[in-house]
């Protein structure tokens, strides 16, 4: 286009006199000059804005910022974390193919992977993080085509190998893909440590004020898709008049087949309105993961010396199983623990009823105090096999530390505790 302007509508300023805020650009069509150019963006998306489907000015900036953050070449926003994880696989994995994943993952991850993508004929094969690497090898399939894992298990607070798991993906050829939602690119950056593609459910600490659902997929741009596993990638794509994403796109070859193909099929994308919330949410996001941090850290602490609890899980603690791993690859280990009361289940229940300044609701990583039963609750669905090899146990407690004062914070939990020995 030759007026960039034109494609942009009212709230647009140019760069030489940007907002202090990301402008909503709350638009779902842009207007070009001639039928020519619009026949050039649909041969080519990238080379300006065609529909809100695919892209938009305000969702664009936000997801530049992430991408800044994460330190990869580029980034796609989705409507949920589940939409990110989805497209993520989907854009390297086809019907025959598998992945491999640990099994300390999000619960609806678990269902994902083990019962829909399995309808689409992609299996997931899930592997003990503890085993050997020869072990792990053995779980590889010709067809096997990513690692997933998450940096901060959600909710078993264990923390991936991310050096690890990498160099195993790599030695097979495929990218490990990480999800870092817990940690957030403030506390760890998994592409220093071999990982190839990022995923995020934003609606957690990124924004932080539980206002907006959604997701992001970040690209380092460091993996060799030509390699000959990825033809999707390397192969004419017919729907758009041949192009090769590695040769046209070179290391945004990634990002860009999930944007022009998947988004465009799927239109997962999210509003404009959506990615200024999620904006303000990561202009105060260093600030407030330290805060979490430190008043998460305090309340473990104050968990493990409490004759109700049977054990607490917080890389944070001294002697908990990941506490070396979070030493290496954390400055910080999120405001996020989990616990075991003891009693099980019918106890853990009575603790949360009791709570009054934690929300019981389904949630996380909020500026709020809250707290879930996930036996019961998020990972409801699973076996009871899947929630041992989840690490979730009945009488498992997910509390997510808000940025009330700790002592506040202490106070509730311990209100709560007292209230088991009640009749």
Not at 193 to 221: C, E, F, N, P, R
Request: some cysteine.
């Amino acid at each position: 286009m030759k007026d960039e302007t034109k494609c942009l509508h009212a709230g647009y300023k140019p760069k030489n006199s940007e907002p202090r805020v990301v402008p909503i650009v709350q638009s779902t069509t842009y207007v070009y000059d001639s039928t020519e150019e619009v026949a050039a963006v649909f041969d080519d998306p990238t080379k300006s804005l065609i529909y809100s489907r695919f892209a938009n000015p305000t969702v664009m900036a936000v997801e530049d910022k992430i991408a800044a953050l994460e330190g990869g070449v580029g980034a796609m926003c989705t409507t949920s974390g589940q939409a990110a994880t989805m497209l993520a696989i989907l854009n390297i994995c086809s019907a025959g193919d598998s992945i491999i994943s640990t099994p300390e993952i999000y619960g609806g991850t678990i269902n994902l992977f083990s019962a829909t993508l399995k309808k689409l004929g992609i299996e997931c094969i899930f592997v003990n993080k503890h085993d050997s690497d020869e072990e792990i090898g053995k779980a590889f399939r010709e067809n096997t085509k990513a690692v997933f894992g998450e940096t901060i298990a959600n909710p078993a607070l264990t923390v991936l190998d991310i050096e690890r798991f990498a160099r195993i993906a790599h030695e097979h050829n495929v990218p490990l893909i990480v999800d870092n939602t817990f940690a957030t690119p403030v506390l760890c950056k998994p592409f220093e440590y071999g990982a190839d593609i990022i995923i995020h459910s934003t609606s957690k600490y990124m924004d932080g004020h539980a206002v907006q659902v959604g997701g992001v997929i970040v690209d380092s741009g460091k993996f060799d898709w030509t390699n000959g596993k990825f033809p999707e990638l390397t192969e004419p794509d017919e729907t758009y008049h041949g192009i090769s994403y590695t040769e046209t796109y070179g290391e945004k070859a990634y990002i860009i087949k999930a944007r022009m193909q998947l988004m465009r099929d799927f239109g997962a994308y999210p509003a404009a309105h959506s990615a200024f919330l999620l904006n303000l949410g990561l202009e105060t996001l260093a600030v407030r993961m330290e805060r979490y941090c430190n008043n998460a850290l305090t309340v473990a602490q104050y968990l493990k010396a409490s004759d109700k609890v049977e054990s607490v899980s917080y890389p944070g603690l001294e002697g908990d199983e990941s506490y070396a791993l979070a030493k290496k690859y954390l400055k910080g280990c999120s405001g996020v623990i989990s616990f075991i009361i003891k009693g099980g289940k019918e106890n853990a229940i009575k603790f949360m009823d009791a709570l009054e300044l934690a929300s019981n609701e389904v949630h996380v990583a909020d500026i709020r105090t809250c707290v879930l039963h996930p036996a019961s609750e998020t990972h409801r669905q699973l076996t009871d096999e899947q929630l041992r090899a989840a690490g979730i146990s009945a009488g498992m407690v997910r509390l997510s530390v808000g940025l009330e004062h700790v002592e506040d914070i202490i106070a509730d939990l311990e209100h709560a505790l007292s209230s088991i020995d009640r009749k």
